[in-house]
């Protein structure tokens, strides 16, 4: 199973690039075919994400992840092949090509039917939710993404959607009897019906600064009217009463790496290439969040009480929720420098400060590479609340690496990539990038001497016995040097979207080194 894993990267590997020729034959052709969406055909989008969550559920639902890794390849065959046609051709190969999917479909659903044990409504409703994200997503932002962003972005809604579904399954009580489980119910159903509406209408509105505030304020009032947002005000204020005040020291602690980080940012800007102004972000992200994902963080947050093992999964619940509202202001503030929602000239502003540093891949409608950053650092965070990842398990040492593997790829590695390559780069990767070898390596050894000081700084800490461990010490330098050898070549071969890329692949990379579940 392993080996077959191993295949796939490899052909992602040949398909990135492949993806530099092909952009080469776009700017030479440009038809109308290639308007909505850049071409660069990655196979690492539609592969990625269900190999990572082979790792994560049972194998019930290993084999719909395999069935759905199957369809995605199959849309992806076919999108090339449509994308390769003369352009005067191309609603006879639409037609077809949907024609074919509704047949493909129609057998899965029939070979699922005959084996109930898979599941067959999940994977019908995840290839569903697929194929309308995909094409929302492709008409809604044209120009802003390539294919391979397009299926990372749809598949990871997909499986956001059928992780809560399969906990509402699991822990919500159905029972239709009860009076107040139906009201909370229509409270929330409402609340839903609300937001989707507002976000329909509001980009439709002539007024769209009355309708934002009446939204906001709507949906307030109508929360608390129905019981939903005090749930939710429960569970963030159950973060400041529970673990006495340590995350609010947190919270100090980030806005006084804000004000450093915006006032050093105003020298750099006129000192520096783009380039390497982009990965002092990037250097920002680890300040910011390395301290507090150390083990001084978690243990210091975890011994408040006897109770370490609960209070080190509840910090590590609200570092995910704090990423979660960061990722949601940028996107607000995003919305505002498209329509300009409250009319108070903010989106001048936000636009010219977002343009000094956006670069090729900005070219579209959004300016997403700051969200990009954001997720980057939070997705090994993210698997680790959803694959049970803990110290008491896995052990602290691996623990360690696994949630810092973002933030150090991101925040080190690419940006000694960048900095070493920009200067001292001469063996390009491919004739027409701007990627070097020199780069690559020192991306590759700049990570691995960080880790290095960093296990020395948190020796003490990362040694202590957590109670029995799967993952030995070797095992995890093992895994660790493979993860960063892989990770970075693919830096140096991809197109996409680095901030986003990088983390899946080096947590896919970590699970396939140390993971004894893949073998079944």
């Known amino acids: 199973m392993k080996l077959y894993y191993m295949c796939l990267l490899a052909l992602t590997y040949y398909s990135d690039s492949v993806s530099w020729k092909q952009q080469q034959q776009q700017q030479r052709q440009n038809n109308s075919m290639y308007r909505h969406m850049r071409q660069e055909c990655s196979m690492l989008g539609v592969c990625i994400i269900p190999l990572l969550t082979v790792t994560m559920y049972p194998a019930t639902i290993h084999k719909q992840l395999l069935l759905w890794s199957c369809c995605s390849l199959i849309m992806y065959f076919l999108n090339v092949q449509q994308w390769l046609a003369i352009d005067k051709y191309r609603k006879i190969l639409s037609a077809n090509y949907y024609k074919f999917l509704c047949v493909v479909y129609t057998y899965l659903w029939i070979w699922c ?75 929330v159903v409402i609340w839903v019906i609300t937001w989707y509406l507002s976000c329909v209408v509001i980009p439709l509105s002539n007024t769209r600064g009355y309708m934002f505030c009446t939204f906001i304020i709507g949906n307030i009032l109508g929360g608390y009217l129905f019981g939903s947002m005090t749930w939710v005000m429960q569970w963030i204020g159950s973060f400041f009463v529970d673990v006495l005040w340590a995350h609010v020291y947190v919270l100090l602690y980030w806005v006084l790496i804000l004000v450093i980080g915006f006032l050093a940012m105003k020298r750099v800007t006129t000192q520096h290439k783009l380039i390497i102004i982009r990965k002092y972000f990037h250097i920002w992200c680890l300040f910011l969040f390395l301290p507090w994902m150390s083990p001084i963080g978690t243990n210091a947050n975890a011994n408040v009480n006897a109770n370490a093992n609960h209070n080190n999964q509840h910090f590590t619940e609200f570092l995910s929720l704090a990423f979660i509202c960061a990722c949601g202001i940028f996107i607000i503030f995003e919305s505002i420098r498209l329509n300009d929602l409250c009319h108070l000239q903010l989106s001048c502003a936000i636009e010219q400060y977002m ?129 960063l050898i892989t990770t970075f070549v693919l830096e140096g071969l991809t197109k996409q979207i680095d901030n986003l890329y990088l983390p899946l692949f080096a947590c896919l990379c970590l699970d396939l080194s140390i993971s004894d579940r893949l073998a079944y």
Request: aromatic fraction near 16%; charged fraction near 10%.
């Open 113 to 187: 039917r005959q084996r109930s044990e898979l599941g067959s409504s999940n994977v019908l409703w995840n290839l569903c939710f697929y194929m309308l994200i995909f094409e929302l997503l492709l008409i809604s932002f044209p120009n802003t993404f390539t294919y391979s962003d397009h299926c990372v972005l749809s598949q990871m809604i997909c499986m956001m959607i059928f992780i809560c579904r399969s906990q509402l399954q699991s822990t919500v009580p159905w029972d239709f009897t009860n009076r107040e489980y139906i009201y909370r119910q229509h409270s």
């Open 355 to 483: 343009k000094g540093f956006t670069d090729e891949k900005d070219g579209g409608v959004l300016i997403l590479t700051h969200v990009w950053l954001l997720i980057g650092c939070a997705i090994p965070l993210w698997l680790t609340l959803l694959k049970g990842i803990t110290p008491l398990i896995f052990g602290q040492v691996f623990y360690f690496v696994y949630i810092t593997v973002g933030l150090v790829v991101l925040g080190m590695g690419d940006s000694a990539a960048a900095i070493y390559g920009t200067k001292y780069g001469v063996h390009k990767w491919f004739q027409g990038t701007n990627k070097s070898v020199e780069g690559t390596l020192a991306a590759i050894f700049s990570c691995g001497a960080f880790y290095a000081f960093l296990y020395f700084l948190f020796s003490p800490f990362l040694l202590q016995s957590h109670g029995y461990t799967v993952v030995s010490m070797p095992k995890v330098i093992t895994a660790l040097i493979k993860t």
